[in-house]
């Protein structure tokens, strides 16, 4: 997939709905099973936790009705079959970190992830909520400043970041990016370097294994492989900053 074929939903207030996720034939779960099988034999970190597939987007005017089900990562390997009944989105949520001087944070994924070396900006699939709670924006928003803490060792409030838009891009994927307030671009490397040395000390891998600061598509294309979203998330994300502070 092409990074052109990436799209914005604008100005749109987002509503999440669960429904239920489309069955399957007996031949594509036992398809799905096998070749999540070989995925985790191939690749021992992968693990089938709890996620949110997307099932139908609406553009219903000034509001994105987003249709949404519980499934797990084993769905995943769905996209791999030729032919399938349906083929399952992620939605997943990312932070907009912009430092100081001008630029946003982004970083590349450690061997223990499940996209080792495709840079992108800190973040992750949206989980599910427990049978009693509700995935709305206040609750991917929690998760993003979660992923934030997680990923770059960066606090933010969930309450100071602002959702900054929807984005659909390979496999149907939606992304939903939150802005968070500036940092001082060294105090993002020293908390990042200091998670990689804790985790380090533990015996692990942080999910990041590198940051780096990106002004423009250009930055985003001479890191390497990245996720289809980025260059585009940045161009405009660069744009909005300068008219700001114009």
Not at 2 to 26: N, Y
Not at 37 to 53: I, K, Q, T
Not at 156 to 175: H, K, L, S, Y
Request: aromatic share 6%; charged share 25%.
């Amino acid at each position: 997939m092409t990074d052109s074929a990436v799209e914005f939903f604008d100005g749109r207030a987002l509503c999440l709905l669960e429904v239920s996720a489309p069955p399957l034939s007996s031949e594509e779960r036992a398809a799905m099973d096998r070749l999540w099988e070989e995925a985790v034999a191939s690749r021992p970190v992968l693990f089938d936790g709890p996620a949110v597939a997307c099932i139908a987007v609406e553009d219903a005017g000034d509001e994105l009705l987003l249709s949404w089900a519980r499934v797990t990562y084993r769905y995943r390997a769905l996209r791999r079959l030729e032919s399938c009944s349906w083929l399952p989105a992620s939605v997943f949520v990312t932070v907009l970190q912009p430092v100081e001087d001008g630029g946003l944070i982004v970083g590349r994924n450690s061997g223990s992830t499940a996209s080792p070396g495709r840079w992108a900006l800190p973040g992750g699939s949206a989980e599910p909520p427990a049978e009693a709670g509700a995935l709305d924006l206040a609750a991917l928003r929690r998760h993003a400043a979660q992923e934030l803490v997680e990923e770059v060792g960066v606090t933010a409030d969930p309450e100071d970041m602002t959702a900054w838009g929807v984005t659909r891009g390979e496999f149907g994927n939606i992304g939903v990016h939150f802005d968070a307030p500036p940092v001082p671009a060294e105090l993002a490397h020293k908390h990042h370097e200091a998670l990689v040395e804790a985790e380090a000390a533990r015996g692990a891998a942080a999910e990041l294994d590198q940051l780096a600061v990106v002004r423009s598509a250009a930055d985003v294309t001479a890191l390497g492989h990245h996720a289809d979203f980025l260059p585009q998330v940045v161009t405009r994300y660069t744009a909005e900053r300068t008219l700001r502070t114009a």
